[in-house]
Structure formats: structure tokens, C-alpha cells
T-cell receptor, first 112, second 110 residues
Framework: SQQGEEDPQALSIQEGENATMNCSYK?????LQWYRQNSGRGLVHLIL?????REKHSGRLRVTLDTSKKSSSLLITASRAADTASYFC????????????FGQGTILTVHP | SQTIHQWPATLVQPVGSPLSLECTVE??????LYWYRQAAGRGLQLLFY??????ISSEVPQNLSASRPQDRQFILSSKKLLLSDSGFYLC?????????FGQGTRLTVV
């Protein structure tokens, strides 16, 4: 299975602080993606990092990928109350063509 | 541009009634299509995925079935709903490494 497992399950911080979430997976991948889900709504794609990349930035988001440890991290800098959401990672590629499985996610709460 | 349509947004159905949720994709061809279910406060569970017309892979044994009658149409069905089928259902498509989600259908079985 390509399932990504996010850690921690829940994270509570103050506005302005940085938030770091981690994701581990089991087998080889072609890419890893991070998504955000606001309560009761669809998922929004945040960032994709390919297996040959080590770090990627998008605005206040920074994603790293360590294929030797089969892990990735998502850093949100200078967090805002609007960043409150659940964050999921999903791995694609490898031996399970077409199959995308998600972990349980990290629930991030940013207090104003 | 590519878009994904999923409807209805909310649905309340009695136990034992049939279900049909439809998802259509625009602006792309031969996408991989997915149905996920999310129980309250939990992660997404992959129910079905399809890499082509008529090709359906089922991930978990359940009361549901899926069909792909056209390249960009994915349908989730049930002949008789159970209380445990309640949840938030998400359709998604992916191509060339990118995945896009519909807005979801919140199904309540009463």
C-alpha cells in the first residue's frame, strides 16, 4: 500500500507560529502530494513534490521529501486562523498504478 | 480548464433505498477516477478506482458498487442502503500526477 501516515494527529498553535506536519509511507513513489480539507468540504491540492525533488516552496508552504527515510514534511510558516483545517498526504506511483490512498490526516487548529 | 462535477451536495435517504451518485469530469481525457468515503472526523477511505472505461478496482468489501460507463463519468451505486453507509463521499480524478476533488456529497441514511 502507498498509504501516507500523517503525524501528529492533531496540532494546536497560535497565529503567527509555524506548523510542521509529517508524513511517512511504505513503498517507492513517483510523487507525494499534500492536501487541505476545511471542515465538511472537498479537498484542495496544496503542493506536489516528485521523487527526484528534495524541497519545494509555494507561498508560506515548504515541503521536503526524504526518499531514503520514506518521509515528507509540510511546514506552514506564519500561520493564520484561516489555515485551520485537516491536512493529508497522498503518495502516487510505484507498483500500485492508479491507486491513491490517504492517511488519517493532521487536524491543525490555529488560534487567533 | 479541467473541472469535476459531483452531485448532489447533500442527500438524506431511508435505509433500504437505492443510491446513485454521479461524478463527471471536464477538460481532460482518460483520467483515473476515484470514489472515497470519509466518516466523521476520520481520514479518506478509498472505495473504488478506475484507470479506464469499464475497469473498476474495489478496495473494500461493502454494500456499494461503481461503474464507469463513459471515459469521464464515474457512478457510485447501492441497491439497498445501510445506516453504516452514511458519510461524506468524494469523487476525484487524476492525470499526470495531479489529483483533483469534487466538493463531495454528504449522505445521511436514516
Amino acid at each position: 500500500s502507498q498509504q501516507g501516515e500523517e503525524d501528529p494527529q492533531a496540532l494546536s498553535i497560535q497565529e503567527g507560529e509555524n506548523a510542521t506536519m509529517n508524513c511517512s509511507y511504505k513503498t517507492s513513489i513517483n510523487n507525494l502530494q499534500w492536501y487541505r480539507q476545511n471542515s465538511g468540504r472537498g479537498l484542495v491540492h496544496l503542493i506536489l513534490i516528485r521523487s527526484n525533488e528534495r524541497e519545494k516552496h509555494s507561498g508560506r508552504l515548504r515541503v521536503t521529501l526524504d526518499t531514503s527515510k520514506k518521509s515528507s514534511s509540510l511546514l506552514i510558516t506564519a500561520s493564520r486562523a484561516a489555515d485551520t483545517a485537516s491536512y493529508f498526504c497522498v503518495c502516487a506511483g510505484g507498483t500500485s498504478y492508479g491507486k491513491l490512498t490517504f492517511g488519517q490526516g493532521t487536524i491543525l487548529t490555529v488560534h487567533p | 480548464s479541467q473541472t469535476i462535477h459531483q452531485w448532489p451536495a447533500t442527500l438524506v435517504q431511508p435505509v433500504g433505498s437505492p443510491l446513485s451518485l454521479e461524478c463527471t469530469v471536464e477538460g481532460t481525457s482518460n483520467p483515473n477516477l476515484y470514489w472515497y468515503r470519509q466518516a466523521a472526523g476520520r481520514g479518506l477511505q478509498l472505495l473504488f478506482y478506475s484507470v479506464g472505461i469499464g475497469q473498476i478496482s474495489s478496495e473494500v468489501p461493502q454494500n456499494l458498487s461503481a461503474s464507469r460507463p463513459q471515459d469521464r463519468q464515474f457512478i457510485l451505486s447501492s441497491k439497498k442502503l445501510l445506516l453504516s453507509d452514511s458519510g461524506f463521499y468524494l469523487c476525484a480524478w487524476s492525470r499526470q500526477g495531479r489529483t483533483f476533488f469534487g466538493q463531495g456529497t454528504r449522505l445521511t441514511v436514516v
